[in-house]
Each structure stands twice: as C-alpha cells, then as structure tokens.
C-alpha cells in the first residue's frame, strides 16, 4: 500500500510518497518518490503514482512475457542497426567514409517520424512557433556575421603514442600533458565549397555548421508575413555539416547530421506565462556551482530550481522543462536523463548561459541537447553587418529581441537515444523487443495470413489495402508464425494482424500487442480506426477490441 509522508527538513516541509513492504515477518517502508513541498500537487502526483503502480500490477498478473531491458554499448546498436536495415556507413562497398552514414529502409522511416514528432509538437501544437526551410548554402557573409569564420574554432591535436587525432577547446589547450599531445594548430571546422564553375576567393561558400542562422537572416520577414507577436518562436530542422576532427561513436558525432532547432525571442523583460507547466517536473541538475565543488547532481523540481536562482530565467526552464516531456511522452526513461550547465570556459562565442540536456549514453553522461540563451548577439551582428534593421514593433516600441533560450538537438543522438533505451529482450520468445513508441516505429503493423490459400490471402491484402492509406505496413506469409512475429518485434513493430481460422466467417481479425503478446479480436471494418486510437495511445490495448 502506498501513502502520503510528510518530513521537515530545515523547517521546511516536503512530501513523499512511500509504500509498506513485508520482509520475512516485518513490515517496513519504502520510500517510492519525492512529491514536492505542496501538499494539494502532492496528492495528485501520489495519485498518478498509484494509478501507474496498479496498471503495471494488473500487467504482471496477465502478461506471458517479461522483458528485460538489455544494455548494448555504440558498437552492438550501430551492428544492430546495420544488420536490421536502420543505418549503413555511408558507401560501404569503397570502405566507407568517416563521420557519414546512410539510412536505411527502417531506418529512415525511424528518422521521419522523430522529425514530424518534434515538428508536430513544436510547430504545430503551438500558437507561439512557426516554421521555416532555409537552404544550407547561403550567402558567405552569414557566417562572418554570426562569428562561425572567426570564433568557431577548435584546436586539432595528435596523440604521439597512438596516432589518435582529436579536437580540444582552445581553453583546454594548457591543460594537456606536452608529453602525450601535439597541438597540430586551430581549425575552423566549416566545410567550404565554391558556387560557379571558377575558382577564386569571391566563389568560397559554406555548408552551414548549424541550422539557425537562416532564422535570424529571415527574422523579420517571419515576423512580418506569420504576423507573431513577441514572445515567439522559429523552429527549423535540417542537415548541418561540421567537418569534426575525430567523428565517432556512430550517430553521435558525425560530419554530416540532422539538426532540430527552435529560436526563442522574448521582448525586454518579458516573463514567461508557461512556468505552470513545469512545476512538479523533476529532473536532475548539475549547475556549474555543483560541478565546480564536486558534488552529485540534485533532483530538482524545476519551478524551484528558477525560483533559488539555480536556473537564472524562467524561460530557460521552461524550455529545459518542455523538452525532457517530450523525450518522456516518446519513452525515454528519466532515469538516463539530467540537465548539466556549460562553465564559463566551454560556453560558444555567442553565448550568455547555456544548459545541456544530457543522456546516459553507454560512454557516459553527454550532450543530447543545448540550451543556449544568445541574447541579442545573432540579431545584433547581422544588424551591423548587413546594415538592414533587425527592430520589430513590439506594443508601439522599437525593439532588438533576445534569443532567451534555443532548444538544438541533434536528430542522431535522439536517434541513439530511442533505440537504446527500446532495446529490450525476451527470454521466453528468445529474441531482441525494439519497444519503441508506436509513434516512432518505423512499421505501424504487420499482416500476416495464418494458413496459405487464397481465402485467406485475400483478406489480408484486403487489410492491407485498407491500412496503407495511413501506415507503413508489413506483409508476411512466409515462415512459421512465431519467425513473423520475431521478425517483427525485432525491428519494433507495435501490432501483428493475424488472419485466423476464425476470420472468414467472422469478419474479423487479431491483433498482438508487441510488448505484452496478448492478443485482441477486432472487426475488419473499422480496423483502421483501432489501429490509429493504438498508435495515438488514445485507447488501451486491453478495451481496443475482444481481449482473447
Ligand atoms: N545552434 C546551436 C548549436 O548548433 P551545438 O551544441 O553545437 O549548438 C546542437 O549543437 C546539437 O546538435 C547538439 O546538442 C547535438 O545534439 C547536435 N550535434 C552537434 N554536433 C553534432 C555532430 N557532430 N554530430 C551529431 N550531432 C551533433
């Protein structure tokens, strides 16, 4: 049974859920989590808890497997992926060429559907964000405006034992061991190319090194014509290319990737009206302060995180805040998850405070996404360089807006990060359970005809037929049913469809839920419905249909 606690700590009052266990002829109890200092939110959390706790319970009782989640390191999920069809080194048959990596049929319908998740939720679902495609080579001064010709450098330098090239911040330089490392020179890590069949120096171009700077060229054309009112958000995804000098660890640092960008501006003094949102959300912090003393990360509500000044703006954690449910509505475990802030010395050129979004990825804690605020710096600098006003009206004042916060996240360390934490695996069935969000999975569902005949055959294609005007579907009539279904659960389809037996009389079909293999009859007409309800997680699986 689980219960309300109230503990006093420095005179203050803080709430906690726990529950009585039985340990040989004792009872004693457990503490389940942290509920806050406020007694009204702590009861609803309590009972979300409960809820959950009860759900997984009535799962133990019914469910014929258990999955176990299985933790594989870079190499196992990059051979995984390689094998499955989700990510190939890109032009393997010439050896392939570091840093870049080609999706495959799985993979890059994994890879769309983060896209139009991020896109959906941020885009969208919201009044406040629009969004832009700007191209990735643009006109050269960008780059000199925004400081990435001047300021975005790294220091190469060269292992002397092994060989091992490698890039450090410039701040890191004094700290090396001489002994071990050559510094081999700063380098600017932009890919250059030339626009025109000559060569010389009026032709240099750039691959863009991030995806933002089209939003402030554009700022006030985007303002202008979506009529936003400050404060607003631009959003944008694409690739972006950085010419890193030691790419590894798979998706993780590549010279070609996907990024996933929101620019924020904000008005002087404007306070955020969603810090509501985040109160009760609980995420580990590690502020530089903490990090500076050596001490463990706390486990911080993040309204009370702004509130003590450990997190300066609201804005910047509400957008840590919105970020970390996003990742948890799509199934990323929160224990793997925890916001670290940048010390002074590794902050970029542009940047006034940045926090990092980070994951606990097989090599250790890193940076799945930054929160930079960039101030007024972007807007400025193109004001200067291009001579053009960079102002909007805001409320009958002119006025240079801030970026208070830019959400950028990498589609391949999402990518990473959704596969690791959905690798799980059967012993009963005896194979690996891609447990990705339905809304991820790269095939909605599988059909499959249990006996070969036409009768039968037919059915399904007309199924099929039917649930391709939607979703990315699977047909298998080959093999034996428990070699589909592992097929399946392999690379994360959520739902196999069996045409049974039963189903040319009834008119209808099964439906096996990936996870739990319990199984549902549902009417052929309508399946479509019940498929979308499953994949939107509108309608529990258990009530979606005839629970057999
Ligand atoms: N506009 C800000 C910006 O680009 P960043 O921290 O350099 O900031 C943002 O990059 C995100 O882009 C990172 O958090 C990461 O997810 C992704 N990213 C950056 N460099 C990458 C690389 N070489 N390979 C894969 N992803 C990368």
């Known amino acids: 049974m689980a219960f309300i606690t109230k503990k006093k700590i420095a005179g203050k009052e803080y709430y906690y859920l726990q529950k009585s266990i039985r340990e040989g002829n004792k009872v004693k109890s457990k503490m389940i989590a942290y509920l806050g200092k406020d007694l009204k939110e702590a009861k609803k959390k309590a009972e979300k808890i409960k809820k959950e706790m009860e759900a997984e319970t009535v799962d133990k009782k019914n469910v014929k497997n258990i999955l176990i989640k299985k933790d594989i390191d870079v190499e196992e999920l990059a051979g995984f992926c390689k094998r499955k069809g989700f990510v190939y080194p890109s032009g393997e048959i010439y050896g392939g060429l570091a840093g870049f990596w080609d999706f495959g049929h799985l993979g890059s319908e994994l890879k769309n559907n983060i896209l139009k998740e991020w896109w959906d939720y941020h885009v969208k ?38 060989g091992e090239k490698t890039k450090v911040d410039k701040h890191e330089v004094k700290g090396l061991d001489k002994d071990i490392w050559e510094v081999k020179g700063e380098f600017n890590p932009m890919f250059t190319t030339q626009i025109g069949p000559i060569q010389e120096e009026s032709s240099l171009a750039y691959l863009r090194p991030e995806t933002a700077q089209l939003i402030f060229t554009n700022f006030r054309l985007i303002q202008d014509n979506a009529r936003m009112k400050l404060p607003f958000g631009i959003a944008q995804f694409g690739k972006s290319f950085r010419n890193e000098i030691s790419p590894r660890e798979f998706l993780f640092r590549a010279r070609e990737f996907e990024q996933m960008e929101i620019e924020y501006f904000i008005g002087p003094f404007m306070e955020c009206p969603y810090m509501g949102e985040v109160k009760g959300t609980n995420i580990l912090i590690y502020d530089e302060k903490m990090q500076k003393e050596n001490k463990e990360p706390k486990l911080l509500d993040l309204y009370d995180a702004w509130k003590k000044g450990i997190i300066k703006t609201d804005w910047h954690a509400y957008w840590i805040g919105n970020e970390y449910e996003w990742f948890l509505s799509l199934g990323v475990n929160p224990n793997n998850l925890r916001v670290r802030q940048h010390t002074p010395d590794e902050k970029s050129h542009y940047a006034i405070d940045t926090w990092d979004l980070e994951y606990k990825f097989p090599m250790g804690w890193r940076e799945l996404q930054g929160f930079a605020n960039r101030g007024d710096f972007d807007l400025k600098q193109h004001q200067e360089h291009s001579k053009s006003s960079m102002e909007i009206n805001d409320n009958g004042k002119k006025v240079l807006s801030q970026v208070v916060c830019e959400p950028s996240l990498g589609m391949g360390r999402a990518f990473m990060v959704f596969m690791f934490d959905s690798y799980f695996y059967d012993e009963k069935r005896n194979n690996t359970v891609l447990k990705l969000n339905p809304k991820l999975a790269p095939v909605k569902a599988a059909v499959f005809p249990i006996i070969k005949s036409s009768e039968y055959e037919e059915i399904a294609q007309e199924v099929l037929k039917d649930l391709r005007k939607e979703f990315n579907v699977n047909y298998d009539k080959s093999g034996s049913i428990g070699r589909r279904y592992a097929r399946n659960d392999e690379i994360g389809t959520p739902y196999c469809i069996t045409i049974d037996n039963k189903s040319p009389k009834q008119k209808d079909v099964t439906i096996r839920d990936r996870d739990t293999t319990r199984q549902i009859r549902v009417k052929i007409n309508g399946i479509r419905d019940i498929l979308r309800k499953l994949i939107n997680q509108e309608v529990k699986f258990e009530e979606a249909g005839k629970l057999i």
């Open 125 to 162: 679902q919201r009044d406040d964000v629009v969004g832009i495609d700007g191209s990735i080579i643009t006109n050269p001064k960008v780059w000199e405006a925004s400081g990435h010709v001047g300021s975005f450098v790294d220091v190469a330098v060269v292992n002397k034992k092994t």
